[in-house]
């Protein structure tokens, strides 16, 4: 049976007010699964208001900042004892392992926590001016409506960093879906009235970028806008701010280097490597997808990682010995077959892969690893979202570190390596927002993350996120018993 799914706006499940739907697809099947609201002005315009009410007049403007950590515990604790259910739901809309959509609902819960613990810890400054008859003290106060967007992948993750810092800080969201699979997102919404969050607090539209994104994100009543996904929206998005002087945040994705030193320990470096390109099937914003070895070890590493790939069991996303499941989109498998083939006419050698995992079905792909002569292929420099790792060779530091950082890219990187000063001096000179050291892939809730160059910037996650989230007012108070002079008359 195909699911009819509705839209969350001033704490009613609604159609769009055209009635216009879209159909998304279970990845492992290529079968329509479910009908999702596509969403126009009007809902938009809706959503907004609705927010901008709760947040200005409503009852969530009326409580203290205990009340909302309240509100946001009880969200968390829902999120960790329906997991399985929104895990289910998320695997059977974008593919992703069940194993996986189910542990990283549970966890995501601790942001919730985290931001809940921090609603009332929120506080301003006294100010030391020079001026004896003044005292000077400021305020924290809420943007007002946020709008949030996220992409379909890791989405009940990214609602959270912008979400859990937003309600903290006494605001109210509007939340856009991917177009691809944002069913768990409307699963997560039957959460809040649950929690005790008010009508209009949060809201949830589905649709395109043009109307529904586009709307949303240039709307005069929006103050604040984090967006998740790739440059070419991120664009829009810069464009459409400039009608409503909205703050922006931006995390863009990118091409991470994995900078493997001979010193390492292989056997660890090569599992955070396959992990970091080949769990999720790559579609992850960090995927270690830019593989930087030493040339003393490059040939071992890359015939163990040619050992572990060719091993991964892909197949149902929902079967526990399942390793790897499909890719979301048709888009993606296109581009990442044309890439391939554009890079094995420039000269890369298919070390393994390269080509659709037909058994499993029409969306799969195999685990590819391509070990590129030269570091200027367009594959090495561009997100593929997929699970295809490109593989350079290098001798010295300063030679690594040159690769590591010529990309147009800056979110993560990770290092391996047993010699401590190497480690930050790399950690140090690497050119992204977010360094992992013999590790990859880590988070929490108290990490702040984000990007530089075209990977975005601004920071989600950690308590600074919730600052982010205010602004600060200024009050001057005269404490003199003298009058107010008269500027008119000569002292």
């Not at 613990?117 to 943007?143: C, H, Q, S, W, Y």
């Not at 997100?383 to 790792?389: A, D, W």
Request: proline share 5%.
């Amino acid at each position: 049976m195909v699911q009819d799914y509705k839209m969350l706006i001033d704490g009613e499940w609604v159609d769009a007010s055209g009635g216009a739907t879209f159909p998304s697809l279970n990845p492992a099947t290529s079968e329509v699964w479910a009908t999702v609201p596509e969403a126009g002005a009007e809902d938009v315009d809706r959503a907004v208001r609705a927010a901008h009410w709760a947040c200005h007049e409503g009852p969530w403007a009326k409580m203290s900042a205990t009340e909302r950590g309240h509100c946001l515990r009880r969200l968390a604790d829902l999120l960790a004892d329906r997991s399985e259910h929104l895990g289910e739901v998320e695997t059977r809309d974008t593919g992703k392992m069940f194993r996986e959509t189910r542990w990283q609902a549970k966890y995501i819960s601790e942001f919730y926590h985290f931001y809940a613990g921090a609603a009332d810890k929120i506080a301003g400054d006294t100010l030391p001016v020079d001026k004896p008859d003044m005292f000077v003290f400021t305020n924290r106060e809420p943007l007002g409506v946020i709008a949030a967007v996220v992409p379909w992948n890791s989405q009940l993750f990214l609602a959270a960093v912008k979400i859990g810092p937003a309600l903290a800080a006494g605001n109210s969201v509007v939340l856009k879906t991917s177009e691809h699979a944002p069913a768990v997102i409307l699963e997560f919404g039957r959460l809040l009235a649950e929690a005790g969050i008010p009508d209009g607090v949060v809201n949830i539209v589905t649709g395109h970028g043009d109307p529904c994104g586009k709307v949303l994100t240039s709307h005069p009543l929006v103050a604040r806008i984090s967006f998740t996904g790739g440059p070419v929206a991120a664009r829009h998005v810069l464009m459409n701010a400039a009608s409503n002087f909205a703050e922006v945040s931006l995390e863009l994705g990118g091409k991470s280097p994995f900078i493997v030193f001979g010193d390492a320990d292989i056997e660890s470096a090569v599992n955070g490597a396959v992990a970091g390109i080949f769990g999720a099937s790559g579609q992850s914003c960090v995927a270690g997808s830019r593989l930087i070895v030493h040339e003393d070890v490059a040939d071992d590493f890359i015939a163990r990682m040619e050992r572990v790939a060719t091993g991964i069991r892909i197949g149902d996303p929902m079967a526990e010995d399942t390793e790897m499941g499909p890719l979301c989109t048709r888009g993606q498998l296109e581009t990442i077959e044309r890439e391939v083939a554009r890079a094995l006419e420039e000269g890369a050698r298919l070390v393994c892969g390269g080509r659709r995992a037909e058994a499993a079905g029409e969306m799969f792909y195999e685990p590819t690893i391509l070990d590129c002569p030269r570091p200027d292929l367009r594959i090495v420099d561009t997100e593929l979202f997929g699970p295809v790792l490109s593989v350079l060779r290098f001798r010295t530091e300063q030679e690594a570190l040159e690769l590591a950082n010529d990309t147009v890219h800056g979110l993560a990187a990770g290092i391996f390596t047993r010699d401590s000063a190497r480690a930050l001096r790399m950690s140090r000179a690497v050119r992204a927002g977010i360094v992992w050291v013999n590790t990859y892939r880590a988070i929490s809730p108290v990490a702040e993350f984000g990007g530089m160059k075209n990977s975005g910037h601004g920071r989600e996650s950690g308590f600074q996120a919730v600052y982010d989230y205010t602004r600060p007012k200024t009050v001057w108070m005269n404490i003199s018993q003298d009058p107010v002079a008269n500027p008119f008359q000569p002292r």
